[in-house]
């Protein structure tokens, strides 16, 4: 091969090259092969500049990975060279110049002077309590929290904490931070925002760890419940995207900012020649994204200053930029297009609910990948995605689900069985996706119809605050009118249960929510087990199967739980007799908890 023989692009560019292109159809030689950058007039977004590597073969002109080559490069324009008009220069790495602070300045400036999408802000609940970061009886080495007069403008922190270490305020500690917290004593990402804050023009700054007093139940349940308002009236909110706790601080990036480069000639759009420099792209994973709280925080935030691995970056509901360099594609975890579509979404009032409702299956898709230090977060971390969600379209937000898409929505499954459902603490009701510890989804095809007959009787839950009715739940039950089927199932090691009704073999497939019924012989009668379908949706397109929710009666009859999801008969021809099955069985209301 050529980049074995001493090719400088190949040797740069094979290893990415080679998996993905066949090459058999060319041949690789010098007079063969022709290497440009391409300049694309439309980006990721609109105004947003990019380009990409091409190379061609002469002889047939044909393009050799323009798309699969694209992802592993990027391209930069050097310091002010005359393509530098259009190709952005390479990252500023230095997050504590100058420079660097300008940015952030520049991009606030305009953002409040230019951008009406990102000033529509509502008349919500302000912080109880924020930082003082420029009291006139100290200097700048000491914090103060304080209660603010009026509503003067202020930065939001959005971090990982990394372990509940070093200060934090409860009622033992109150008084001490009122009185003055010198710089030195707080964790460094907290010191960094501090200089970030300062830097921008803003003398306050909202942190949960300072701003919250832990130890108050009735303190601590308000404020979670305003958290929505606080991230989206925040002047700017610091992302301190690299650091994967308090202690680490944000300001150093962990990647050098340039690897190994090529300089290729450019032809910009004017005519004119120029120079850029092009190298492997270095994909980065910002720890802040695998952190649950975060993504409400980033959502509901008008602006985000996020200081990344490598670079640093200004988003707002109106453009994104980057301090040099390229702007990434996944942001806060979500792609551009997604994170700005729900933002957009939550603040127009007019948008329609169906399509609110597929946003908030695709976040909560999303969420679950995350991690959380404590499982009793799982419904709190994202109430106030929930709450802002609810105040532009106003339905009933029940345990993780939206009482106006109830009945497609309780068709949730984890991506794996086998996590164990908690016993120690009470999370939500059996039917919510919060009971479970994991990653949800659903699958439910656009072919599947609600069955006609099957109604929510009702459905409610039981804050464990009043004060915070979108957070921590302790209880909720679920009462639905349907034709349900009952009797004793055969469950094999391939997810699939069997019962003998009426003379005729049914088999299904079965989704476990845990590991509980998995396993269990399917030719020991001893080991068959009593289980309750319900099936909600229809496929008409898919062998007319249904699809619906696994239930097991509890010690109090009558009452039930789920344990999975069901799709079924899987034979076509059983689909008729099962379907008398269920009507000779009648309606019944069944309670689920």
């Given at each position: ?80 060279s005359l393509a530098s008009k259009w190709i952005p220069t390479a990252p500023n790495s230095d997050f504590c110049s100058k420079p660097s602070l300008e940015f952030v300045q520049r991009c606030l400036s305009d953002c409040l002077e230019n951008h009406a999408r990102c000033n529509q802000t509502a008349n919500s609940r302000y912080p109880s309590r924020l930082l003082d970061l ?460």
């Amino acid at each position: 091969m050529a980049y074995k023989a001493g090719c400088v692009l190949l040797q740069l560019f094979g290893p990415h090259l080679l998996p993905a292109l066949d090459f058999s159809a060319v041949k690789l030689s010098d007079k063969s092969v022709q290497v440009s950058v391409e300049y694309m007039s439309t980006g990721l977004l609109s105004k947003e500049p990019s380009c990409s590597l091409i190379i061609t073969s002469k002889p047939s002109k044909t393009k050799l990975g323009e798309d699969s080559f694209f992802n592993p490069t990027e391209t930069f324009a050097p310091q002010g060279s005359l393509a530098s008009k259009w190709i952005p220069t390479a990252p500023n790495s230095d997050f504590c110049s100058k420079p660097s602070l300008e940015f952030v300045q520049r991009c606030l400036s305009d953002c409040l002077e230019n951008h009406a999408r990102c000033n529509q802000t509502a008349n919500s609940r302000y912080p109880s309590r924020l930082l003082d970061l420029d009291s006139p009886s100290s200097g700048q080495d000491t914090v103060f929290l304080t209660t603010p007069k009026g509503r003067p403008p202020f930065a939001a922190l959005s971090y990982c904490w990394g372990g509940d270490i070093g200060f934090k305020t409860k009622e033992s500690t109150i008084a001490k931070a009122q009185a003055g917290l010198s710089l030195a004593e707080l964790p460094q990402t907290i010191q960094d925002a501090v200089f970030v804050c300062r830097g921008a023009g803003l003398h306050y700054l909202w942190v949960d760890r300072l701003c919250i007093v832990h130890d108050r139940e009735l303190d601590f349940a308000a404020e979670m419940n305003r958290m929505g308002d606080i991230y989206s009236q925040a002047r700017i909110t610091i992302v301190a995207g690299n650091s994967a706790t308090s202690e680490e601080g944000f300001l150093n990036p962990q990647l050098p900012h340039m690897p190994r480069s090529l300089q290729l000639p450019f032809n910009c759009p004017t005519g004119e020649g120029s120079k850029v420099v092009i190298s492997p792209r270095q994909q980065e994973i910002e720890v802040v994204n695998s952190r649950g709280w975060t993504l409400q925080e980033s959502l509901l935030s008008q602006r985000l200053v996020f200081y990344g691995s490598r670079q640093l970056e200004w988003t707002c509901r109106t453009v994104s930029k980057a301090d040099g360099g390229h702007p990434s594609p996944y942001l806060v975890g979500l792609s551009r297009h997604e994170s700005a579509h729900f933002s957009n979404s939550i603040w127009d009032a007019g948008e329609k609910h169906d399509l609110v409702w597929r946003m908030w299956i695709q976040l909560v898709k999303h969420y679950t990948q995350r991690n959380l230090s404590h499982l009793s977060d799982r419904l709190i971390a994202i109430s106030a995605l929930a709450k802002k969600a609810n105040e532009a379209f106003q339905d009933k937000y029940l345990a993780g689900l939206w009482r106006g898409d109830l009945l497609r929505q309780l068709q949730w499954r984890p991506q794996r069985p086998w996590i164990v459902q908690p016993d120690e603490i009470y999370i939500a009701p059996s039917w919510s996706w919060a009971s479970l510890e994991g990653e949800i989804d659903w699958y439910v095809p656009k072919s599947s119809e609600i069955e006609g007959e099957i109604k929510i009787i009702s459905c409610k839950v039981v804050p464990v605050s009043p004060v915070a009715p979108y957070g921590a739940l302790s209880g909720g039950d679920l009462i639905i009118r349907g034709r349900a089927i009952s009797g004793h199932f055969g469950l094999d090691n391939n997810w699939s249960m069997r019962t003998m009704m009426f003379g005729t073999l049914f088999e299904f497939k079965f989704y476990p929510d845990t590991d509980e019924f998995l396993f269990k012989g399917l030719d020991d009668v001893n080991k068959a087990i009593c289980f309750t379908l319900l099936p909600i949706s229809k496929d008409e397109n898919w062998n007319r199967t249904y699809r619906g929710l696994v239930l097991q009666e509890n010690q109090d009859k009558e009452i039930y739980r789920r344990i999975g999801v069901f799709i079924g008969p899987l034979w076509k021809d059983d689909e008729t007799v099962f379907r008398d099955i269920l009507y000779l069985r009648g309606l019944n209301d069944i309670t689920i908890v």
